[in-house]
């Protein structure tokens, strides 16, 4: 007769057997590499966040963290590439307010931004800037505003992609001034810059952190922050309010996700390595430096996450499709 401890321990096996992801498993979370899905090509502000940062959490949790960019499609290809991959914590997601939140309003997308994907913790807040090739004529914001109303549907706008947060931007400037631009997309914000740097475009409405080295360098030239609030790293550059042109806000705030189904033990490690990672003081120089701006320990939690997440899309979708953005 078998015995009731083996028959409990047969029937312990089974379960473990059709849950492969479990808690010994969870317990030695991570025995291997991990990927940090970034979900526009390199050399943009997502993926020069996401690298600084990385490369703090992999000292907390003792192994290499990987970034793989995934781009195209205004960063649904790469969101996507998370949500479908297996909930073991060893492919995340990184990404701004643009990849995981404005694309469900223009994508048909194959997967749900709120269901599919379990919240890690808020990263950081970036304001965007407009700026242009040197050769613009326009010296300040009011300027521009009359230089694009003098070229109807000739100026040329660099987005990261349809549908992007350097879209929108220039989607609200087209409604706040009355005027009309040719949209160029690009795979991401660093095409979009080489593109500006070298004259092939006009105008970007673009996240301070990828604006800022060119700006340093003198390469291209900035107009106003989209903000309420100059920024610390570049106190030199007027608010749109100071430049004359209230209402053309548009903060640009970064995420971490995993795949739903993902072990609660599992992403509470990964947020302690994001929570370690930003409070330490190298890190939050680098981001500085570039003008990010890290949330306060409160906000960098998976439940804060979440809510922000959602009041974003609440906010957000309504806007989109307001302005008729549709997918190309």
């Not at 407009?130 to 987005?159: C, R």
């Amino acid at each position: 007769m078998i015995s009731k401890r083996i028959f409990l321990s047969a029937i312990a096996a089974v379960c473990c057997s059709l849950n492969p992801i479990g808690p010994a498993i969870s317990e030695m979370y991570p025995s291997h590499p991990i990927t940090m899905v970034v979900p526009f090509s390199a050399g943009g502000p997502t993926d020069t966040l996401a690298r600084i940062i990385a490369a703090r959490m992999q000292v907390s949790l003792g192994q290499p963290v990987i970034i793989e960019n995934v781009s195209g499609a205004a960063g649904t290809i790469g969101v996507g590439r998370v949500a479908r991959a297996a909930p073991d914590g060893y492919t995340i997601s990184v990404g701004p307010m643009n990849s995981h939140v404005l694309t469900g309003a223009i994508y048909k997308l194959p997967f749900d931004l709120l269901k599919d994907l379990e919240p890690v913790a808020l990263l950081a807040n970036n304001p965007s800037v407009v700026v242009s090739k040197k050769e613009v004529p326009a010296k300040d914001l009011n300027e521009l505003i009359a230089w694009v109303k003098a070229n109807p549907e000739k100026v040329l706008v660099g987005t990261s992609g349809v549908g992007a947060a350097t879209h929108l931007g220039g989607i609200l400037f087209e409604n706040l001034t009355g005027t009309h631009v040719q949209f160029a997309p690009y795979r991401g914000t660093g095409p979009s810059m080489q593109a500006l740097v070298a004259g092939q475009i006009d105008l970007i409405f673009d996240q301070l952190s990828s604006s800022l080295p060119q700006l340093r360098e003198g390469t291209i030239r900035s107009y106003a922050l989209m903000a309420k609030a100059r920024a610390a790293a570049a106190p030199d550059i007027p608010t749109v309010d100071e430049a004359g042109l209230t209402g053309l806000y548009l903060p640009i705030w970064s995420g971490m996700w995993v795949p739903k189904d993902t072990p609660t033990d599992i992403i509470d490690k990964l947020n302690g390595a994001v929570v370690e990672s930003l409070a330490d003081a190298t890190v939050r120089k680098r981001l500085a430096d570039i003008g990010q701006e890290i949330y306060p320990r409160e906000q960098q939690t998976p439940e804060a996450l979440r809510a922000y997440h959602k009041a974003e899309i609440e906010k957000w979708w309504p806007i989109v499709k307001a302005a008729g953005i549709k997918a190309e």
